[in-house]
């Protein structure tokens, strides 16, 4: 198994570099001169020139990426156009709160998805499990954009039980004072964990209470107790995997949310950015989390050969 | 021996059905999806926006672009104006008929385009196998390794605002998993005992494509298309949301959700009007696609 | 009245499928009484009703669409009227199934061992680690060659046979009074099912069980059962002991069912099929079953399902040609 899991790190490798490289690609794809990406457009020439070097701008592509990754790997993803300041700096600070929002969000969606899934399969074709499966629907079909808005009408606007904008003063903190600005984007955010989890329960556990081992299980006399857990055994890869796929989603696309709440994380700074064309900001925060989407990804792989020993053999 | 892969697209649909039932087996399909009453009514909400969105130049009752300083932000009802005024005094029901044309054509051409380049690539990837699929696969991993929405936003970012660059970037995400779904359709299809003696009684690389393998891989892969109409609905209208879509003044509802936002303390329904239409159009479709994929599903 | 000796009791047992599509009856009144340490074999092609029945004596077709009536009782407990509750207390205690298909029968991410643990863990309270000390037991028992690793094996880590083995363990754990084999040799290559076969022959007379055998292969029947029940569909159409059915049978349907059959002393006869298919489950015929195939249908045939009949003690069939005995059961 160890040597399965050294396979999946050595094959994980080349993917996070073929993602650098299109970060890498981002700069390039932008209409005009890479440099007018690089630095603000009032630079004096000679500056200009200086940084051209720097970054081996006149050198060609592969060179120019090996330079770039060198940069990189040393934690240097340029400056902002915008505010001239290091790009990992802000990054860093703003990916931590994003964080806050896509875990909690995660965490919820999870919870409320894996319950309502699993009532589902178990009630399959009653009243409940249809309730169920149009929730589900409705969370992956709903515009979260949107559905901030209304959240921020009702709960802002209307009832003035929460906050609307920002992620409260200062650093955050797991006090009421911060988690009650939260509450509505997580919630938010949450609809789309919601629907696809209860999907995904909903299919993987009424699939595996159908196979013939659970004949055998009921067979055997067992509790209910006991054969709930041979179920959350053969259902949690496939659960681990949507789960997983989700949190990156929730990190990597929180953008739209975010604008909305004025949450101060990776989302809005890639807002700024866009508006401002900010290139290396759009270039560093997307490198980062596409990279925290690979980890996560190989973490749920190497989860999964734990849990199912049939995965090794392959 | 294989692990439980439920993650993956139902492919249900192509392996039951030899070249010789299509005819049976569609016909089927259709009595199934006229019986399923919520993929009827889905199917007809869709079909009258549709309408309504083509012939908004003749059938809209103002200029989507003149507004009126005095008419700014009018309740829903309001004179002569069904849905109100927005921030420049535009009439809604107006502006939503045309935003609905860039809506739906941004949402729906990257899905048309990814599916046949996705499409057209998995199929081959599944079909040749070996080295092409090797390169195809690893190709399309690397794109994996991105958050969708993160990916069309990051391009659309680089490339700057406007329709075609949100069209390309949309396009760009939705090309891999169509690549994914039909690859592992095609190889299932490939394996089956039939194409195999095809193969056996000499038929050509292209007759079994032709005869054995489309009309068994299009099905699943078709339905998985229509699965992802939906997610590019809510993503076109975001994109434009985020000012990286149409620019003003012309009308989109993921934009007019935007211009709008300063209006939800004055006039709250107002300003989420663009967005229950994006909601309405994206349920729609993922309703009718999974009314179609369990129509196709043969096992029931 | 019932012997304490009774394993099995059923009278005019029926099982239903109900949807909303249709009404599927698969059980149409079976009478049988199985003894201790007898083994019955029902034998019938599929569709027959045969696993049905099976599961029915376990309580385990899917509780929402079946509906049983009749008389149904295991080791005295009234099956049909049972709480869920009472039967999971007798399943894998006083009775236990095996499947056809032991691949798909056991839980593919838990190990051997844990699987027959779980079970002893249930039924006898004892702790996981005495539970896995019998295991062992087990598969010493059952004939696993290098037991001890097996038990940390998972089922696709073991071989056809092996797995069917390991099946036969997990239902042995608890030494029920009854097993009840879904076809467990169908699956099975060829040299493995004579093993098998002989391995549950042998653990049978070693553990004095009764067992219900249901296959739909005359050979396996032959070679295991004291008595023999030929289905048909959804009802018992001839009944007998073994050698006596094998030899002449009385039901047109087990004539044919033998004459389709390849065994040694059949060499240069001619091997005969039977015509036709099996009767549609959904619309049950209110005349012999079997008459739409039988070379010996006659107009009385078609106007009532046939009762058994007895010509001698211990024989029946559901066919009007066979004489019926005076002192007939």
Not at chain 1, 115 to 127: D, H, Y
Not at chain 1, 187 to 203: D, E, H, K
Not at chain 3, 251 to 267: D, F, I, M, S, W
Request: glycine share 10%; charged share 15%; net charge positive.
């Amino acid at each position: 198994m160890l040597k399965y899991i050294l396979r999946r790190i050595a094959y994980a490798i080349p993917i996070a570099l073929s993602v650098s490289v299109v970060c890498f690609m981002l700069v390039h794809i932008a209409p005009g001169d890479p440099i007018d990406a690089i630095v603000p457009p009032d630079t004096p020439k000679d500056v200009v020139e200086q940084v051209r070097k720097d970054y081996g701008l006149d050198k060609p592509l592969p060179i120019q990426y090996a330079v770039w990754l060198g940069h990189v790997l040393q934690g240097d993803l340029g400056r902002s156009i915008a505010t001239r300041r290091p790009v990992a700096g802000d990054l860093i600070l703003a990916a931590r709160k994003t964080f806050v929002l896509a875990l909690t969000a995660a965490m919820f969606g999870f919870a409320i998805g894996i319950f309502l899934g699993s009532l589902a399969a178990f009630f399959k074709g009653t009243w409940i499990d249809r309730l169920a499966v149009s929730f589900a629907v409705g969370g992956v079909s709903v515009p979260h954009y949107w559905l901030g808005m209304v959240m921020v009408i009702f709960f802002s606007v209307l009832m003035n039980v929460f906050p609307a904008m920002g992620a409260g003063p200062g650093d955050w903190q797991w006090d009421w004072q911060h988690i009650q600005y939260l509450i509505l984007p997580a919630l938010t955010l949450s609809c789309t964990p919601i629907g696809l989890l209860t999907r995904t329960v909903r299919g993987i556990v009424s699939e595996i209470l159908n196979q013939d081992f659970v004949t055998t299980l009921r067979g055997k006399g067992l509790r209910n107790r006991t054969m709930m857990l041979h179920v959350v055994k053969n259902a949690a890869p496939t659960i681990l995997a949507v789960m997983g796929l989700q949190l990156g989603y929730l990190m990597g696309g929180s953008i739209l949310v975010e604008t909305i709440f004025s949450w101060p994380g990776t989302g809005s700074m890639l807002n700024a950015a866009i508006f401002r064309r900010d290139i290396p900001v759009i270039q560093g925060a997307t490198l980062v989390l596409a990279m925290f989407f690979v980890m996560l990804n190989l973490i749920v792989d190497i989860m999964q050969t734990m849990i199912d020993p049939r995965i090794v053999r392959k | 021996m294989s692990t439980a892969s439920t993650t993956s697209p139902d492919i249900s649909g192509a392996s039951a059905s030899g070249p010789k039932k299509q005819q049976g087996y569609w016909a089927g399909v259709g009595s199934r999806v006229r019986r399923d009453k919520i993929t009827l009514i889905c199917g007809g909400i869709l079909l009258v926006m549709f309408l309504l969105i083509v012939f908004a130049p003749w059938i809209a009752p103002y200029d989507p672009l003149q507004g009126s300083m005095a008419r700014r932000l009018k309740p829903v009802g309001w004179q002569g104006h069904l849905l109100g005024t927005d921030e420049l005094g535009r009439d809604m029901l107006t502006r939503l008929m045309y935003g609905g044309r860039y809506s739906w054509f941004v949402g729906i051409t990257p899905v048309t385009i990814a599916f046949a380049i996705g499409g057209s690539l998995g199929i081959l990837a599944g079909f040749v196998g070996g080295k092409v699929n090797m390169l195809i696969m690893r190709a399309t991993d690397v794109f994996y390794a991105f958050p969708s929405v993160l990916l069309a936003v990051a391009i659309s970012g680089a490339l700057g605002p406007g329709i075609f660059n949100a069209i390309l970037s949309m396009t760009l995400v939705f090309i891999p998993p169509l690549i994914r779904v039909s690859e592992s359709v095609t190889t299932s299809v490939r394996n089956l005992d039939y194409v195999e003696s095809a193969r056996a009684t000499g038929a050509s690389a292209f007759t079994i494509v032709r005869v054995h393998v489309l009309p068994n891989v299009m099905g699943p892969i078709f339905v998985y298309a229509t699965t992802l109409i939906s997610v590019s609905m809510i993503l076109a209208s975001g994109l434009s949301f985020l000012g990286l879509g149409v620019k003003p003044p012309t009308p989109e509802w993921g934009m007019m959700l935007n211009t709008l936002r300063t209006a939800i303390y004055s006039q709250p329904l107002l300003a989420t009007l663009p967005g229950i239409c994006i909601f309405v159009t994206s349920l729609c479709f993922n309703l009718l696609s999974d009314g179609l994929r369990g129509a196709m599903d043969v096992r029931n | 009245m019932m012997t304490p000796q009774t394993l099995v009791r059923a009278r005019n047992l029926n099982v239903k499928f109900v949807s909303r599509d249709a009404t599927v009856h698969a059980v149409n009144g079976v009478d049988f009484d199985l003894a201790e340490r007898e083994v019955l074999c029902i034998l019938g092609e599929s569709g027959s009703g045969k696993s049905v029945t099976l599961r029915a004596i376990m309580g385990l077709n899917p509780r929402a669409k079946t509906v049983m009536s009749g008389e149904l009782k295991l080791c005295g407990e009234d099956v049909i009227a049972a709480s869920e509750a009472r039967m999971s207390a007798l399943r894998g205690r006083q009775a236990s199934m095996i499947f056809q298909e032991p691949m798909t029968a056991l839980d593919p991410v838990f190990t051997i061992g844990r699987q027959i643990a779980e079970t002893i863990v249930r039924h006898e309270g004892v702790s996981y680690k005495a539970a896995m000390a019998r295991a062992l037991e087990l598969l010493e028992l059952v004939q696993i060659p290098s037991a001890k690793r097996r038990l940390e094996a998972y089922p696709h880590e073991l071989s056809g046979g092996l797995r069917q083995r390991a099946m036969i363990a997990i239902a042995l754990s608890c030494r029920p009074k009854l097993l009840l084999a879904d076809e467990p040799t169908t699956a099975l290559d060829a040299t493995v099912q004579i093993q098998i076969l002989l391995l549950l022959r042998r653990l049978q007379q070693e553990l004095g069980m009764g067992v219900i055998f249901v296959t739909h292969d005359l050979g396996v029947a032959g070679e295991i059962a004291d008595r023999i029940a030929v289905m048909y569909a959804g009802r018992f159409v001839e009944e007998g002991p073994v050698r006596d059915v094998m030899r002449a049978p009385l039901h047109p349907y087990a004539q044919g069912l033998l004459g389709a059959t390849v065994h040694a002393g059949l060499r240069g006869k001619r091997l005969t099929t039977i015509p036709g298919a099996p009767p549609d489950l959904r619309d049950l015929p209110t005349r012999c079953a079997f008459a739409p195939r039988c070379p010996m249908v006659e107009n009385a045939c078609r106007s009532a399902v046939p009762e058994l009949r007895g010509p001698e003690p211990g024989r029946a069939a559901r066919c009007i040609h066979v004489a019926q005995a005076a002192q007939a059961a």
